[in-house]
């Protein structure tokens, strides 16, 4: 009889299964011992706001080995986050970690798949990076793989995961830019007994076991009421106004979602937004588009970019006009070409999302699940699984006005910046 530590949930494991784990339960125990206290708890994200304190104490007994019975219990308090404002980080109190057995002899693989080179990937990556050295530290024998195409390519990503698959990757976390493209390779990774998640963008067609980041929509609310506040405090308020908007797919479900958002607040309110007009992920093109946009409507009072890079662009080409001041943007994220201009009063406000933590728990929860089994381990990390399989990893609404507590709330969850508030 051993402590562990973790919330989990009551399972007896078949013989079959237990036999199979018994020499993986300990390091799963390990894995769930290693959450920190970040990442977002609003799984479900729709219309019920979820509790600000979930607390769960449970009991897991498994029979191990030769007839071996091993029981924990642990209780995990976790304060969720609020997603549209600047929110303070989680608590989680666990009970100490303490592992019985050896090591899975089984090395582990999990590949990350994101969507182009930007800095906004680069957080993901060490998100990923952090969650594996710490899985090491923990005694296992794992490797992460973090790898990007140079912008938006659907082929490249599929085929970047069918190589995951006959390598026989232990687990891959993606951010598909077409979600019915992903879906014949996602069920090709299921069917190989290869758990997959989406993470940033989602596919829920698709048969992937959960989806872990931003409520997309949500979100593009979020910036929706942001450019309403810029405009009416900018003194551009106008009934008919004409606002742009510029992102970096037309198939990815993060993008449409945003859009959505965005629109089912602005468009009631009496404005007028033109048709998105797209980079695929394209920085340069971003910034031509952002000019040419510019120039052929002379009568823009806002401009919204909904992928990292289209807001920055939008500043440039604001300032290149000579037009500051008298077009009101909204972005998203917080890459330190987000924040200059932020900084420098040219853009508003930026909805920033937590991406670190989609690496680092994407690559905790597909390791869990190959500890622990897929279903418990989705359990552990989702709250009512299956019914919901959202992990929602929150944003933060950011402006000149609150940049430094933003900067100080998200040093202390551990993300890191590459900027300073001053
Ligand atoms: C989106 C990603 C995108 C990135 C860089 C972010 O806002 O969530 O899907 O790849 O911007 O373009």
Known sequence: MSEWNSISLKKKLSRRDALGTAARVAIGVVVAGAVA???GYLAGSSAVAPPSTVTETVTKTATVGAGATVTKTATVTQTAFKTTTVTKPVTITTTVTKSVGAPPAKPLKIGVIGKSV?????????????AGEELKEAGLDITVTF????????PAQLKTMDSYISEGYSGIAVAPSDPDAIIPVIKKALDAKIPVITIDTDAPKSERLAYLGTDNYKAGMAAGKAMLEALEK???AKPGGK?????????ARNSLERIQGFKDVVEPAGYKCLEPVCDYEDAAKALELAASTLAANPDL???????AYNGPAWARAVEEAGKVG???IVEFDATKENIEPIKAGIIYATIAQRQYFMGYYGVKLLTLMNQWGWESALKFYIPRYPANKIFDTGVDVVKKENLKEY???????????DWTPD
């Open 37 to 39: 206290g970040v990442g």
């Open 234 to 236: 900018m003194g551009l």
């Open 407 to 417: 900067y100080e709330e998200v040093t202390a969850r551990g993300e890191p910046v």
């Open 147 to 154: 790898w990007v195409p140079y912008k938006e390519d659907v």
């Open 301 to 307: 009072v806002g401009a919204f970019g909904v992928y």
């Open 118 to 130: 930007h800095p906004y990937w680069s957080v993901v990556d060490k998100g990923s990076v952090k």
């Open 243 to 251: 606002i742009a908007i510029a992102t970096g797919s037309l198939t």
């Open 326 to 328: 008298k077009i009101a």
